[in-house]
């Protein structure tokens, strides 16, 4: 009864990452026009799934990493009540974050719910030292880094589009704008309203079109493409990255196959995406900063490029945090990235660990006392 429960509680922590991730590498698809909502999350769906598979193969350290091992004495990573408590304080975390639109990382409440979990089991016994280097510090260095690296590679991007005389057509908004004001004011009643009408103008390069030729092809049509191959390479990267650390949690369970198990978690990934993604999609592609398809494409190559990098070294680094870091690099070039959404995303970052932790640690003491 107890491994069922402890199957149900990864399943459930899938779900939730699956709609509080999935679309995440798909965004800027959506965010600058490419594609539709529809296509975007398909194409998330398909190329997160074989980045799920391809975990099989290359992320075995992850699902070490996050069944505990090293952070806690290994009797305590044998008891079925300390992965659930991690499971389902990680999923309800994200779930709460999903309900509401916040892009939070399921990384960050796995390790919360490592913490919590683990320090109410062992107390002092609970490797810190491990928590700081080979969790924390991924995930604090690698929203600056991508801030740091899509700023850049935008301006690098920018220089080369223009030595290949790639022009940039942008739409102009003309409108009218009426002013009224009062001329006259007599002890009647009466009033005389004058009015002037003026135009006003403002360039939208959110919407811009790449014109020229690349190797005899449309720049535009080279660009989207490469936009859907970066976008499907970050939701592939994504897969990669989070299917173990959820399958880490089930190693316990003996008579389930690892690579079963990372199928059942890919496929319930999956569905969580589908049915429950467009909360969380809307705030990453359209509230944190408006781009076009070229700012977009910067961000999701450095995105995928440093999520892949990171999984393939058993870094558990955070897509989400990556992901957003990428666009606030590029709204940081532009000068519209909104301030206030960034913020409230910080803030969720911040109490992300620390929920988690409470919910698995009360969870485990309930647990505890109840097997």
């Excluded at 109410?120 to 740091?148: D, R």
């Excluded at 620390?354 to 647990?367: D, M, N």
């Amino acid at each position: 009864m107890i491994l069922i429960l402890l199957f149900l509680s990864a399943c459930f922590l899938a779900f939730t990452n699956g709609a509080n991730d999935n679309f995440k590498g798909v965004a800027t698809l959506f965010g600058s026009g490419t594609t539709n909502f529809k296509k975007a999350i398909n194409w998330a769906t398909i190329t997160t799934f074989s980045g799920s598979v391809a975990s099989i193969f290359l992320a075995n350290e992850l699902v070490k990493n996050f069944s505990g091992k090293g952070l806690v004495p290994n009797e305590l990573i044998s008891m079925p009540v300390f992965a659930i408590s991690i499971a389902f304080g990680a999923a309800l975390t994200v779930f709460i974050a999903t309900k509401i639109g916040m892009p939070i990382s399921t990384t960050h409440s796995l390790v919360g719910g490592l913490f919590g979990a683990g320090v109410m089991a062992v107390g002092t016994q609970f490797n810190f030292e491990k928590l700081g280097s080979t969790f924390l510090m991924p995930l604090i260095v690698s929203p600056l880094m991508a801030a740091i690296l899509s700023l850049i590679a935008y301006v690098i991007f920018r220089f080369f589009r223009k030595q290949l005389k790639v022009t940039k057509t942008m739409s102009l908004n003309i409108h009218e704008k009426l002013t009224a004001k009062i001329t006259s004011f007599k002890m009647t009643n009466n009033s005389t309203l004058s009015s002037t009408t003026t135009l006003e103008a403002s360039v939208n390069d959110d919407t811009a079109v790449y014109e020229g030729q690349l190797l005899g092809l449309s720049s535009q049509k080279v660009l989207d493409a490469l936009h859907y191959l970066s976008s499907g390479i970050v939701s592939f990267a994504r897969g990669l990255n989070d299917t173990p650390k959820i399958v880490g949690l089930l190693l316990i369970i003996n008579t389930i196959d690892l690579k079963w198990s990372m199928i059942i978690i890919a496929v319930i990934m999956a569905v969580g995406g589908l049915l429950n993604a467009k909360k969380v999609g809307v705030t990453m592609s359209k509230k944190i900063t408006p781009m076009n398809s070229g700012q977009g494409f910067t961000a999701n190559l450095i995105t995928g490029l440093l999520v892949t990098t990171a999984s393939i070294h058993g870094l558990p680094v955070s897509t989400t945090h990556v992901s957003v870091g990428s666009i606030f690099g590029i709204g940081t070039v532009t000068k519209k990235a909104d301030g206030k959404m960034v913020g409230k995303i910080l803030l969720s970052w911040l109490l992300t660990l620390p929920i988690a932790a409470i919910i698995s640690a009360l969870l485990f003491k309930l647990l505890e006392t109840l097997v």
